[in-house]
Each structure stands twice: as C-alpha cells, then as structure tokens.
C-alpha cells in the first residue's frame, strides 16, 4: 500500500538543513521504495507548529495523496528543556498537540546538530555544516544507538524508532 510521510520540519525551505540530516539518514539505513512519498513542510521555527499555514499545509498534502495512508510526522529539536521552563514549556506543548492529533514525534536533544555532528553550530554556519555533512558522507559514521533512544538525553534522538513504523531497514 503506498503511504505519504509529511514531514514537519523546523527549518526553512531555503537553508533546509534538519531535511538534509534526516534524507542522509533515511537514504543510508533504509530501504528505497516507490510505495513511500514524502512530502516536507517548511515551518521555519517550531513556534509555528500549529499555525494557520502549516494545518493548511498538512490538509493539502492529505487532500492530494489519494492512493494510501498518509502519516504526520514532526521533527522538533528539544532545545535546553532541562534547564528552560519555557523550552521545557514549548517542547510539552508540542508533544501533545502530536498525540492529540495522532502525529509522530520526532525528537533531538539538543538540536539536530548535536545529534549528527557532535555539538551545536551557530546559525551562520548550519547551512554549511550540513552541506559538509552530506558532501562528506558523514552518515557512514554515526551508530544508529544514537538515532534510536527511547528516553530523551543529550547527543541522541528517537528517529529511527518512528521511522522504523514505517520504513523498512536495509
């Protein structure tokens, strides 16, 4: 049965660095298959989560995939939830509005950056260090322990645990 992915992605379209590591991850630990579409949404911040044009957004997508399933999935960094009220506050309130929606969760802890690379970049630099990543094939690299936690710590995410429901591993 074929499937969309939507993928809601705190990034803009422009710089696209969180689809870069995510696509290097798929691409490298999973199956090809043409049963499988999937269809980015560029929220630009995960402040917009649940705003007007991101559910338009989703709607659309649902609306034009006729032939399967389709299933939401946001990629949300987790921010320094540990030590802000207001990241522990934003990244809760977005867990929830996931399960109340039935989305899946996708998580990195810090950002996306710490979880591939190995630490934070500034912002003037993440396109690049994306680019180099891909470019490098740095993917090789990384375990996929890393990519797999159950609990949210430092330096890891749950990717592949939600991915896994969906996509077959090589």
């Known amino acids: 049965m074929a499937r969309q ?5 705190e990034t803009n ?67 320094a939830f540990e030590k802000s009220i207001e990241h522990a506050n ?13 989305y899946d969760l996708v998580w990195f802890c810090h950002d996306v950056e710490e979880v591939f690379l190995g630490r934070q970049i500034s912002d003037d630099l993440k396109v690049q260090a994306a680019d180099t990543y891909r470019d490098k094939r740095e993917i090789e690299k990384i375990s996929s322990e890393k990519l797999s936690s159950e609990t949210i710590q430092k330096n890891k995410s749950n990717l592949l645990c939600v991915l896994d429901k969906y996509l077959i591993r090589k």
Do not use: W
């Not at 934003?90 to 039935?102: G, K, L, S, T, V």
């Open 5 to 9: 992915l939507i993928f809601c992605l």
């Open 13 to 79: 379209k422009r710089a696209n660095t969180d689809y870069i590591y995510i696509k290097e991850a798929i691409d490298f630990l999973y199956q090809k298959s043409r049963q499988v579409k999937i269809s980015p949404i560029y929220m630009g911040t995960k402040t917009k989560y649940r705003s007007k044009d991101v559910l338009k957004e989703i709607g659309q997508k649902k609306k034009m995939f006729i032939h399967g399933e389709t299933k939401v999935i946001y990629f949300i960094d987790t921010d």
């Open 90 to 102: 934003a990244f809760r309130d977005i867990r929830q509005f996931c399960e109340e929606n039935n």
